[in-house]
């Protein structure tokens, strides 16, 4: 077995042993460009924020030695649009451990448009 079938599998025992670990090395590799993989980024956090962000948090800063909210944070530089600007405002705010409902609605229609 190779390719796209053999990565799949290897994906989903990562997931079963470890789903926080799993989900921050997923996170990791979304923030570590200076572009980052705002898709990636929002869609883990959409769909663990009610579930286990602050196991994946946690998780991530043992393996990366720096705070998931740290990594997040734009360059002065970083040309963000408002909806960009919106997008970055609730992920901080889940982050921040706010009530994560309503940002995560917003979100989500914030990325379907």
């Known amino acids: 077995m190779s390719g796209h079938g053999l990565n ?16 921050a090395e997923k996170l990791i590799k979304a923030t570590k460009n200076t572009e980052k993989d705002l898709k990636t980024i929002i869609r883990i956090i959409v ?24 990594c997040l944070k734009f360059d002065n530089g ?3 649009n408002e909806e960009s600007n919106q997008i970055i405002q609730s992920i901080n705010h889940i982050l921040l451990g706010g009530e994560a409902r309503n940002c995560r609605s917003m979100l989500l229609k914030l990325i379907r448009e």
């Open 8 to 23: 799949t599998i290897l994906s989903i025992v990562r997931c079963i042993q470890n789903r926080p670990r799993y989900f």
């Open 78 to 80: 970083y040309n963000v």
């Open 47 to 70: 769909t663990r924020c009610e579930v286990d962000m602050g196991q994946i948090k946690e998780e991530f800063l043992n393996l990366y030695g720096k705070s998931l909210k740290d």
